[in-house]
C-alpha cells in the first residue's frame, strides 16, 4: 500500500492510501482540491511512504 500525505508549512492538508502511488496521488490532490487548502496547493509538500519495496520514504514539493 502507497500512503500520500500533503503537507501545508508541516501541518497535514489531505491523505489518501492506495494500491498505486498515483491513484493515492490523485486522491490526496482531489481531496485538498476540494477544501480550505485548494488555493496554496502550489505552495504544498508531499510525504509519500510505502510497505513494499526498495524506498519507504519519498518527500518533496508538490508539482500540480
Do not use: K, W
Not at 492506495?18 to 481531496?31: C, P
Amino acid at each position: 500500500m502507497f500512503n500520500f500525505t500533503i503537507l501545508f508549512q508541516g501541518a497535514e492538508v489531505a491523505c489518501a492510501e492506495a494500491e498505486h502511488y498515483e491513484d493515492a496521488r490523485e486522491q490526496a490532490i482531489e481531496d485538498a482540491s476540494g477544501g480550505s487548502y485548494a488555493e496554496v496547493l502550489r505552495d504544498c509538500e508531499f510525504s509519500a511512504t510505502s510497505d513494499r519495496g526498495v524506498i519507504g520514504q519519498v518527500t518533496g514539493p508538490l508539482f500540480i
